[in-house]
């Protein structure tokens, strides 16, 4: 099956928006099997939308459609989608009564427009909007839902059941995601194509970039799921060094769940990361069986106060040095500790030390590793970048 997303708001042309929904809906849609064939995000603007469906009808299944189903004269998505099937909107009655209901517990007055926003297209079928007031509606191979991304995860999976019902979507798939980190996507394809050549008919590969690494997808029907464990293993032999995680694992949590099995204790000097991997690791259920403390020591006094870092080392070699994360480790009195200090930028850096230059260092017991990096990126990048391999280091070490 061949869907096409679509999402509506000028504010997501214009930069005041960023989109998230169409990244959930294919998220979810790809675990059915369904193929996306293409997004398009229009504004609101009734022709434009009815330009799009001219061309992207004949070319899909289904159509999804998010945003633009409020009560506001800018909400045409309804009005143009009528208009291209040449159908009446109607009133949903069960949700004109719902949004009574609503607007009587907060006190609110019913006006004439907000009844645009409970009409559907007729003879669609309806989906309850819970946290909401504007239903879906399905008619035609089309499909829309509000904006708002809580109301569309309320509505989406009502959806997905009906689409299973319908078009008979009971083949059960199985995905498996695993992450890398430190490899270079070039590289891990070439890596990765050795090893899935002979099983390109039978499975679905993808790479996906993300923030926190990048990962290589296997999708197929669950019948199959020993030739993706059969890959899996020859990948885990050939790239173990650079794996992180599988599926919904995250490094913070597999670092965790290491320093609960090796009852080790950490706690953190982070100076340009300023406090990045703390969040991460007690983001994760379970750290506080090991996590001691976090210290962002972002001055030179303070590495000197919190740290013990010497007035003398600072001045020879500067805040950003191998020699300066080292007594930063030292001040770290648990079995475990990482030190950090860089330069995120955009401004500070220099022709020894550009931005982008952060040391980190990593302390297991009485082992120490410190390295240098140069990251590229603005200055979140760079902070994000230095947290998620300050972490990739102490997995290896663990």
């Known amino acids: 099956m061949r869907a096409y997303i679509v999402l509506v708001g000028t504010e997501l042309l214009n930069g005041m928006m960023v989109d998230t929904n169409s990244i959930y809906m294919a998220e979810e849609l790809n675990k059915l099997g369904i193929n996306i064939i293409g997004k398009s995000v229009v504004g609101d603007n009734i022709e434009e939308i009815i330009d799009l469906l001219e061309y ?9 459609f998010s ?4 009560p506001t004269i800018d ?15 109607e009133i949903d009655e069960f949700h004109y009564n719902k949004m009574i209901e609503k607007f009587k517990l907060r006190n609110i007055k019913v006006l004439e427009k907000n009844r645009k926003e409970v009409m559907v297209p007729k003879g669609s079928k309806v989906f309850y909007n819970e946290p909401g007031i504007a239903p879906g509606f399905y008619i035609n191979k089309i499909a829309a839902f509000p904006g708002v991304p809580i109301e569309l995860k309320n509505l989406f999976p009502k959806f997905l059941s009906f689409l299973k019902e319908k078009y008979d979507l009971n083949k059960e798939l199985y995905i498996k995601d695993i992450l890398f980190w430190q490899i270079a996507e070039s590289i891990l394809e070439n890596d990765i194509l050795e090893i899935i050549k002979d099983y390109e008919n039978e499975i679905i590969f993808e790479f996906l970039v993300k923030d926190y690494g990048i990962i290589f997808r296997m999708q197929t029907e ?5 030739l993706v464990d059969e890959i899996k293993n020859k990948i885990y032999n050939k790239l173990s060094k650079n ?3 599988e599926d919904n694992e995250r490094i913070e949590i597999n670092v965790v769940n290491k320093l609960i099995e090796q009852n080790k204790t950490i706690s953190l000097g982070e100076s340009c990361t300023g406090g990045l991997i703390t969040s991460k690791l007690i983001s994760v259920s379970g750290a506080s069986k090991v996590f001691k403390e976090g210290i962002v020591v972002y001055s030179n006094e303070s590495k000197q106060e919190r740290l013990g870092v010497k007035k003398e080392t600072l001045e020879r070699y500067g805040a950003v040095s191998e020699e300066t994360v080292y007594e930063m480790l030292k001040g770290l009195k648990t079995d475990v500790g990482i030190a950090v200090s860089g330069i995120a930028g955009p401004n500070g850096g220099t022709k020894e030390k550009p931005v982008g230059t952060v040391y980190i260092g990593i302390k297991v017991d009485e082992k120490y590793d410190i390295k240098k990096y140069q990251f ?4 979140e990048k760079i902070r994000e970048r230095a947290s998620l391999t300050a972490l990739f280091e102490l997995l290896k070490l663990l």
């Open 56 to 64: 992207i009808y004949n070319k899909s299944d289904i159509i999804i």
């Open 67 to 70: 945003g633009g189903l409020g």
């Open 75 to 89: 909400d045409v998505t309804r009005d143009a989608i009528s208009k291209f099937l040449n159908i009446e909107n």
């Open 222 to 226: 669950k019948t199959k799921k020993s």
């Open 243 to 245: 794996i992180i995680g």
């Open 376 to 379: 590229n990126g603005n200055r």
